[in-house]
Protein backbone atom coordinates (compact mmCIF):
# COMPACT_ATOMS: atom_id res chain seq x y z
CA UNK A 1 0.00 0.00 0.00
CA UNK A 2 1.56 3.08 -1.63
CA UNK A 3 1.85 6.20 0.86
CA UNK A 4 2.71 8.55 -2.23
CA UNK A 5 -0.09 10.39 -2.97
CA UNK A 6 1.01 12.60 -6.81
CA UNK A 7 -1.09 15.32 -6.29
CA UNK A 8 0.40 16.06 -2.19
CA UNK A 9 4.07 16.19 -4.38
CA UNK A 10 2.44 19.37 -5.86
CA UNK A 11 3.40 21.04 -2.45
CA UNK A 12 3.95 24.79 -4.29
CA UNK A 13 0.50 24.58 -4.16
CA UNK A 14 0.22 24.62 -0.78
CA UNK A 15 -1.84 27.95 0.84
CA UNK A 16 -0.95 28.41 4.42
CA UNK A 17 -1.86 32.10 5.49
CA UNK A 18 -0.89 33.54 9.16
CA UNK A 19 -3.38 35.12 11.38
CA UNK A 20 -5.23 37.91 9.76
CA UNK A 21 -4.29 36.92 6.25
CA UNK A 22 -1.05 37.29 6.89
CA UNK A 23 1.29 35.66 3.53
CA UNK A 24 3.76 34.27 5.79
CA UNK A 25 2.71 31.95 8.60
CA UNK A 26 1.91 33.01 12.28
CA UNK A 27 4.21 32.38 15.04
CA UNK A 28 2.42 30.43 17.70
CA UNK A 29 4.84 30.83 20.55
CA UNK A 30 2.88 29.44 23.08
CA UNK A 31 3.76 26.42 25.24
CA UNK A 32 -0.04 25.77 26.26
CA UNK A 33 -3.21 26.51 24.52
CA UNK A 34 -6.40 27.80 26.31
CA UNK A 35 -9.92 26.06 25.91
CA UNK A 36 -13.14 28.25 26.62
CA UNK A 37 -15.19 24.74 27.32
CA UNK A 38 -13.69 22.58 30.09
CA UNK A 39 -15.33 19.86 28.77
CA UNK A 40 -13.04 20.09 25.76
CA UNK A 41 -9.99 19.18 27.75
CA UNK A 42 -10.77 15.67 28.34
CA UNK A 43 -12.11 15.27 25.20
CA UNK A 44 -8.56 16.43 23.59
CA UNK A 45 -6.68 13.63 25.80
CA UNK A 46 -9.06 11.15 24.93
CA UNK A 47 -8.50 11.61 20.85
CA UNK A 48 -12.00 12.92 20.08
CA UNK A 49 -10.86 16.48 19.51
CA UNK A 50 -7.66 18.03 18.68
CA UNK A 51 -5.49 19.88 16.09
CA UNK A 52 -6.95 17.89 13.11
CA UNK A 53 -10.12 17.53 14.93
CA UNK A 54 -12.02 21.03 15.65
CA UNK A 55 -8.55 22.57 15.89
CA UNK A 56 -8.30 22.08 19.55
CA UNK A 57 -4.47 22.32 19.87
CA UNK A 58 -3.41 21.14 23.68
CA UNK A 59 0.65 21.65 24.64
CA UNK A 60 3.41 22.21 22.13
CA UNK A 61 4.94 19.47 22.95
CA UNK A 62 2.25 17.42 21.08
CA UNK A 63 1.33 19.36 18.08
CA UNK A 64 1.68 23.47 17.37
CA UNK A 65 0.11 25.33 14.75
CA UNK A 66 3.61 26.64 13.24
CA UNK A 67 5.17 23.79 13.36
CA UNK A 68 2.23 21.67 11.72
CA UNK A 69 2.74 24.50 9.37
CA UNK A 70 5.95 23.18 8.26
CA UNK A 71 5.15 19.70 8.80
CA UNK A 72 2.40 20.52 5.72
CA UNK A 73 4.78 21.96 3.61
CA UNK A 74 7.38 18.70 4.33
CA UNK A 75 4.54 16.14 4.12
CA UNK A 76 3.63 17.75 0.58
CA UNK A 77 6.88 17.76 -0.31
CA UNK A 78 7.53 14.24 0.23
CA UNK A 79 4.31 13.42 -0.76
CA UNK A 80 3.10 11.22 1.94
CA UNK A 81 -0.01 11.92 3.83
CA UNK A 82 1.39 13.34 6.93
CA UNK A 83 4.71 14.65 8.86
CA UNK A 84 6.29 15.37 12.14
CA UNK A 85 8.73 17.99 12.92
CA UNK A 86 11.37 17.26 15.31
CA UNK A 87 14.31 18.67 16.89
CA UNK A 88 17.42 17.38 15.14
CA UNK A 89 17.51 14.67 12.51
CA UNK A 90 18.94 11.94 14.57
CA UNK A 91 15.70 12.32 16.73
CA UNK A 92 13.55 11.99 13.67
CA UNK A 93 15.82 8.51 13.05
CA UNK A 94 15.68 7.37 16.56
CA UNK A 95 11.84 8.05 17.14
CA UNK A 96 10.68 6.87 13.93
CA UNK A 97 12.40 3.60 14.44
CA UNK A 98 11.86 3.52 18.54
CA UNK A 99 8.31 3.37 17.29
CA UNK A 100 9.03 0.61 14.73
CA UNK A 101 10.95 -1.90 16.60
CA UNK A 102 10.93 -3.24 19.90
CA UNK A 103 13.36 -5.44 22.21
CA UNK A 104 13.60 -8.19 20.56
CA UNK A 105 13.31 -6.92 17.05
CA UNK A 106 15.92 -6.87 14.53
CA UNK A 107 16.96 -3.67 11.59
CA UNK A 108 18.47 -4.54 8.66
CA UNK A 109 20.39 -1.37 7.41
CA UNK A 110 22.79 -0.43 4.57
CA UNK A 111 26.64 -0.25 6.30
CA UNK A 112 27.02 2.98 4.43
CA UNK A 113 24.69 5.45 6.67
CA UNK A 114 25.58 8.77 9.03
CA UNK A 115 28.20 7.79 11.38
CA UNK A 116 25.24 8.90 14.33
CA UNK A 117 22.95 6.69 12.87
CA UNK A 118 25.55 3.46 12.57
CA UNK A 119 25.86 4.28 16.25
CA UNK A 120 22.24 4.06 17.06
CA UNK A 121 22.29 0.75 15.46
CA UNK A 122 25.45 -0.39 16.87
CA UNK A 123 25.83 0.71 20.27
CA UNK A 124 22.50 2.24 21.37
CA UNK A 125 19.89 0.16 20.23
CA UNK A 126 21.38 -3.01 20.90
CA UNK A 127 21.02 -1.98 24.26
CA UNK A 128 17.30 -2.15 24.65
CA UNK A 129 17.54 -5.56 22.69
CA UNK A 130 17.25 -4.35 19.18
CA UNK A 131 19.65 -5.50 16.68
CA UNK A 132 20.90 -4.94 13.08
CA UNK A 133 22.39 -6.62 10.40
CA UNK A 134 24.24 -4.08 8.29
CA UNK A 135 24.78 -4.70 4.14
CA UNK A 136 26.51 -2.99 1.49
CA UNK A 137 23.30 -0.88 -0.35
CA UNK A 138 24.67 -1.50 -3.65
CA UNK A 139 24.07 -5.01 -3.10
CA UNK A 140 20.15 -5.06 -3.66
CA UNK A 141 19.73 -8.91 -3.05
CA UNK A 142 22.06 -8.53 0.38
CA UNK A 143 18.98 -6.93 1.94
CA UNK A 144 16.48 -10.14 1.66
CA UNK A 145 19.71 -12.60 2.50
CA UNK A 146 19.86 -10.95 6.00
CA UNK A 147 16.02 -10.82 7.01
CA UNK A 148 15.34 -12.55 10.20
CA UNK A 149 12.18 -14.04 11.35
CA UNK A 150 12.20 -11.21 13.96
CA UNK A 151 13.26 -8.31 11.06
CA UNK A 152 10.90 -5.50 11.31
CA UNK A 153 12.64 -2.42 9.51
CA UNK A 154 14.61 -2.03 5.97
CA UNK A 155 16.63 1.07 6.31
CA UNK A 156 19.01 3.05 4.04
CA UNK A 157 19.87 6.45 2.89
CA UNK A 158 19.18 7.71 -0.66
CA UNK A 159 22.71 8.80 -1.27
CA UNK A 160 24.82 6.84 1.57
CA UNK A 161 26.99 8.87 3.47
CA UNK A 162 30.00 9.14 2.83
CA UNK A 163 30.72 6.90 -0.01
CA UNK A 164 27.71 8.08 -2.21
CA UNK A 165 26.10 4.27 -2.92
CA UNK A 166 23.00 5.02 -4.24
CA UNK A 167 20.08 2.79 -2.71
CA UNK A 168 17.93 1.32 -5.06
CA UNK A 169 14.46 1.85 -3.87
CA UNK A 170 11.85 0.18 -5.88
CA UNK A 171 13.45 -3.08 -5.47
CA UNK A 172 13.92 -2.29 -1.25
CA UNK A 173 10.18 -1.77 -1.38
CA UNK A 174 9.54 -4.70 -3.17
CA UNK A 175 11.59 -6.63 -0.96
CA UNK A 176 10.40 -5.14 2.61
CA UNK A 177 6.47 -5.70 1.29
CA UNK A 178 7.32 -9.09 0.44
CA UNK A 179 8.60 -9.87 3.72
CA UNK A 180 6.37 -7.71 5.87
CA UNK A 181 8.94 -5.02 6.83
CA UNK A 182 8.63 -1.60 6.65
CA UNK A 183 11.18 0.58 4.61
CA UNK A 184 12.01 3.70 6.03
CA UNK A 185 14.61 5.45 3.93
CA UNK A 186 16.74 8.98 4.77
CA UNK A 187 16.72 11.59 2.56
CA UNK A 188 18.71 14.35 3.84
CA UNK A 189 21.02 14.39 0.95
CA UNK A 190 17.78 15.06 -1.47
CA UNK A 191 15.17 16.88 -0.52
CA UNK A 192 13.06 17.61 -3.89
CA UNK A 193 15.89 16.04 -6.21
CA UNK A 194 14.35 12.67 -5.14
CA UNK A 195 11.20 11.75 -3.47
CA UNK A 196 11.78 8.20 -2.16
CA UNK A 197 7.84 7.60 -1.34
CA UNK A 198 7.92 7.77 -4.89
CA UNK A 199 9.50 4.90 -5.32
CA UNK A 200 8.07 3.03 -2.39
CA UNK A 201 9.65 3.90 0.89
CA UNK A 202 6.81 3.78 3.83
CA UNK A 203 8.41 6.49 5.94
CA UNK A 204 10.83 9.52 4.90
CA UNK A 205 13.06 10.91 7.74
CA UNK A 206 15.38 13.52 7.26
CA UNK A 207 17.91 15.92 9.09
CA UNK A 208 16.38 19.36 7.73
CA UNK A 209 19.54 21.31 9.14
CA UNK A 210 21.08 20.79 6.08
CA UNK A 211 19.67 21.49 3.14
CA UNK A 212 16.13 21.91 3.69
CA UNK A 213 17.20 24.87 6.02
CA UNK A 214 20.36 25.46 3.84
CA UNK A 215 21.49 28.46 6.25
CA UNK A 216 23.67 26.38 9.17
CA UNK A 217 22.02 28.02 11.56
CA UNK A 218 19.60 25.73 13.43
CA UNK A 219 19.21 21.73 14.09
CA UNK A 220 15.83 20.39 12.63
CA UNK A 221 14.33 17.41 11.60
CA UNK A 222 11.21 15.33 10.14
CA UNK A 223 9.53 12.05 10.10
CA UNK A 224 7.39 11.83 6.84
CA UNK A 225 4.65 8.94 6.94
CA UNK A 226 0.79 7.94 6.89
CA UNK A 227 -1.58 9.93 9.02
CA UNK A 228 -1.87 7.21 11.51
CA UNK A 229 1.97 6.53 11.79
CA UNK A 230 2.58 10.19 13.32
CA UNK A 231 -0.49 9.85 15.46
CA UNK A 232 1.11 7.03 16.92
CA UNK A 233 4.39 8.90 16.96
CA UNK A 234 1.96 11.55 18.88
CA UNK A 235 -0.21 9.34 21.23
CA UNK A 236 -0.02 10.48 24.62
CA UNK A 237 0.80 7.31 26.09
CA UNK A 238 2.92 5.49 24.21
CA UNK A 239 4.48 8.08 21.05
CA UNK A 240 8.10 8.30 20.90
CA UNK A 241 8.17 11.81 20.06
CA UNK A 242 5.16 13.08 22.64
CA UNK A 243 7.16 10.97 24.80
CA UNK A 244 11.12 11.39 24.57
CA UNK A 245 10.04 14.76 23.52
CA UNK A 246 12.36 16.11 21.01
CA UNK A 247 10.10 19.37 19.82
CA UNK A 248 10.98 21.88 17.36
CA UNK A 249 10.70 25.23 18.52
CA UNK A 250 7.98 27.69 16.47
CA UNK A 251 10.39 29.88 15.65
CA UNK A 252 12.85 27.45 14.51
CA UNK A 253 9.85 26.12 12.38
CA UNK A 254 9.15 30.17 10.81
CA UNK A 255 12.66 30.29 10.08
CA UNK A 256 12.51 27.29 8.18
CA UNK A 257 8.89 27.82 6.24
CA UNK A 258 10.52 31.29 4.59
CA UNK A 259 13.52 29.35 3.06
CA UNK A 260 11.45 26.96 1.89
CA UNK A 261 10.57 28.79 -1.53
CA UNK A 262 14.13 29.03 -2.80
CA UNK A 263 14.83 25.39 -1.86
CA UNK A 264 14.31 24.08 -5.94
CA UNK A 265 16.65 27.06 -6.70
CA UNK A 266 19.24 26.19 -4.14
CA UNK A 267 18.87 22.67 -4.73
CA UNK A 268 18.94 22.74 -8.69
CA UNK A 269 22.44 25.01 -8.16
CA UNK A 270 24.08 22.98 -5.43
CA UNK A 271 23.49 20.18 -7.96
CA UNK A 272 24.33 21.76 -11.24
CA UNK A 273 27.85 23.28 -9.62
CA UNK A 274 28.40 19.69 -8.00
CA UNK A 275 28.24 17.94 -11.62
CA UNK A 276 30.40 20.45 -13.30
CA UNK A 277 32.87 20.80 -10.41
CA UNK A 278 33.16 16.39 -11.06
CA UNK A 279 33.61 16.96 -14.43
CA UNK A 280 36.59 19.60 -14.34
CA UNK A 281 37.74 16.78 -11.62
CA UNK A 282 37.56 13.73 -13.87
CA UNK A 283 38.48 15.59 -16.41
CA UNK A 284 42.28 16.43 -15.04
CA UNK A 285 42.64 13.12 -13.54
CA UNK A 286 41.33 13.57 -9.76
CA UNK A 287 39.96 10.43 -7.99
CA UNK A 288 36.46 12.03 -7.84
CA UNK A 289 33.40 10.14 -6.98
CA UNK A 290 29.97 12.00 -7.59
CA UNK A 291 26.55 10.03 -8.56
CA UNK A 292 25.89 11.93 -11.55
CA UNK A 293 29.18 11.34 -13.62
CA UNK A 294 28.33 8.06 -16.17
CA UNK A 295 31.59 6.75 -14.33
CA UNK A 296 29.75 6.38 -11.12
CA UNK A 297 29.00 2.47 -10.92
CA UNK A 298 24.86 3.21 -10.16
CA UNK A 299 24.59 6.22 -12.58
CA UNK A 300 22.03 4.60 -14.15
CA UNK A 301 20.30 3.62 -11.32
CA UNK A 302 19.82 7.23 -9.77
CA UNK A 303 18.81 8.28 -12.68
CA UNK A 304 16.03 6.56 -12.90
CA UNK A 305 14.84 7.57 -9.36
CA UNK A 306 15.67 11.69 -9.97
CA UNK A 307 12.65 14.10 -10.11
CA UNK A 308 13.12 15.69 -13.56
CA UNK A 309 14.92 19.24 -13.44
CA UNK A 310 17.27 18.95 -10.83
CA UNK A 311 20.53 16.41 -11.25
CA UNK A 312 22.07 14.46 -8.72
CA UNK A 313 22.72 16.04 -5.27
CA UNK A 314 25.55 18.69 -4.29
CA UNK A 315 27.86 16.44 -2.72
CA UNK A 316 31.37 14.86 -4.56
CA UNK A 317 33.81 13.27 -2.68
CA UNK A 318 37.53 13.10 -3.37
CA UNK A 319 39.58 10.42 -2.38
CA UNK A 320 43.34 11.79 -1.10
CA UNK A 321 44.59 8.54 -0.13
CA UNK A 322 45.84 9.26 3.54
CA UNK A 323 44.53 11.55 5.97
CA UNK A 324 47.66 13.84 5.79
CA UNK A 325 46.90 14.82 2.27
CA UNK A 326 43.03 15.16 2.76
CA UNK A 327 43.83 17.67 5.34
CA UNK A 328 46.71 19.56 3.32
CA UNK A 329 43.96 19.78 0.65
CA UNK A 330 41.47 21.22 3.18
CA UNK A 331 43.78 23.42 4.35
CA UNK A 332 45.01 24.46 1.08
CA UNK A 333 41.73 25.19 -0.05
CA UNK A 334 40.31 26.82 3.02
CA UNK A 335 43.09 28.56 3.99
CA UNK A 336 44.82 29.84 1.01
CA UNK A 337 42.41 29.85 -1.81
CA UNK A 338 39.61 31.20 0.60
CA UNK A 339 37.32 28.87 -0.83
CA UNK A 340 34.93 26.31 1.33
CA UNK A 341 34.97 25.80 4.98
CA UNK A 342 36.91 22.72 6.56
CA UNK A 343 33.42 21.94 8.66
CA UNK A 344 31.41 18.91 8.93
CA UNK A 345 27.45 19.13 7.68
CA UNK A 346 26.13 20.10 4.17
CA UNK A 347 23.41 21.99 2.66
CA UNK A 348 24.90 25.46 3.27
CA UNK A 349 25.64 28.05 0.59
CA UNK A 350 29.41 27.94 1.01
CA UNK A 351 31.57 24.49 0.28
CA UNK A 352 31.67 22.28 3.29
CA UNK A 353 34.16 19.79 3.26
CA UNK A 354 35.59 17.39 5.94
CA UNK A 355 37.55 13.88 6.11
CA UNK A 356 34.33 11.53 6.84
CA UNK A 357 36.42 8.59 8.21
CA UNK A 358 38.20 11.00 11.45
CA UNK A 359 35.08 13.18 11.91
CA UNK A 360 30.98 12.45 10.69
CA UNK A 361 32.14 8.68 10.03
CA UNK A 362 34.37 7.81 12.63
CA UNK A 363 31.79 6.43 15.29
CA UNK A 364 32.33 3.53 12.43
CA UNK A 365 35.57 1.36 13.55
CA UNK A 366 38.14 0.90 10.72
CA UNK A 367 37.36 -2.36 10.14
CA UNK A 368 34.13 -1.36 9.26
CA UNK A 369 34.96 1.47 7.36
CA UNK A 370 37.22 -0.42 5.15
CA UNK A 371 34.25 -3.17 4.55
CA UNK A 372 31.96 -0.66 3.82
CA UNK A 373 34.72 1.17 1.00
CA UNK A 374 35.22 4.30 2.94
CA UNK A 375 39.29 5.38 2.80
CA UNK A 376 40.85 7.65 5.36
CA UNK A 377 41.82 10.31 2.94
CA UNK A 378 38.24 10.42 1.28
CA UNK A 379 36.97 14.40 1.11
CA UNK A 380 33.47 14.62 1.66
CA UNK A 381 32.22 18.19 0.00
CA UNK A 382 28.99 19.62 0.29
CA UNK A 383 29.10 22.32 -2.66
CA UNK A 384 27.83 25.82 -2.39
CA UNK A 385 26.37 28.35 -4.83
CA UNK A 386 28.36 31.39 -3.58
CA UNK A 387 30.72 32.67 -5.81
CA UNK A 388 31.56 32.80 -9.80
CA UNK A 389 31.81 29.24 -10.52
CA UNK A 390 34.56 29.65 -13.44
CA UNK A 391 36.83 31.35 -10.24
CA UNK A 392 35.41 28.12 -8.15
CA UNK A 393 36.80 25.56 -10.52
CA UNK A 394 40.17 27.11 -10.60
CA UNK A 395 40.44 27.36 -7.08
CA UNK A 396 39.88 23.79 -6.68
CA UNK A 397 41.45 22.90 -9.46
CA UNK A 398 44.61 24.89 -7.80
CA UNK A 399 44.21 22.94 -4.38
CA UNK A 400 44.07 19.57 -6.45
CA UNK A 401 47.40 19.82 -7.87
CA UNK A 402 49.24 21.99 -4.94
CA UNK A 403 48.47 18.57 -3.04
CA UNK A 404 49.80 16.22 -5.76
CA UNK A 405 46.32 14.46 -6.79
CA UNK A 406 47.17 14.89 -10.01
CA UNK A 407 50.38 16.26 -12.00
N1 LIG B 1 21.13 11.82 8.40
C1 LIG B 1 22.20 12.15 7.64
C2 LIG B 1 22.35 11.54 6.28
C3 LIG B 1 23.15 13.05 8.12
O1 LIG B 1 24.20 13.37 7.35
C4 LIG B 1 22.98 13.61 9.42
C5 LIG B 1 23.95 14.56 9.99
O2 LIG B 1 25.01 14.81 9.44
C6 LIG B 1 21.86 13.23 10.17
C7 LIG B 1 20.96 12.34 9.62
C8 LIG B 1 21.64 13.76 11.55
O3 LIG B 1 21.07 15.02 11.49
P1 LIG B 1 21.11 16.10 12.70
O4 LIG B 1 22.53 16.54 12.82
O5 LIG B 1 20.17 17.15 12.25
O6 LIG B 1 20.67 15.39 13.93
Redesign the pocket.
Known amino acids: MSVFNPEQALWETRREFGEHGGVTPSIARSSTFTVMDPSTMPEIFRGIRGPDKGGCFLYSRHFNPTVDVLARYISAMEGTEFAVCT???????SCALLQLCRSGDHIVSSDT?????HALFRKLLPEMGITTTFVDPSDTESFEQAILPNSRVIYA?TI???TLKVADIPRLSKIAKRNGLTLVI?N??MPMVMTPAKHGADIV??????FINGASDA???VICARRDFIYELMDLHTGRVMLLGPTMDPRIAYDIIQRLPHLALRMREHCKRALVIAERLQEIGAPVFYPGLPSHPQHNLIQSMVNPEYGYGGILTLDCGTIEKAEAFMSILQNQERYGFIA???GFYDTLMSCSGSS?SSEIPPEDQSKMGLSPGLVRMAIGYTGSLSARLGQIERAVRKVGLVS
Open positions: ASGMSAIIYGGTEGNPDTFVSSMTKLAGVSLT
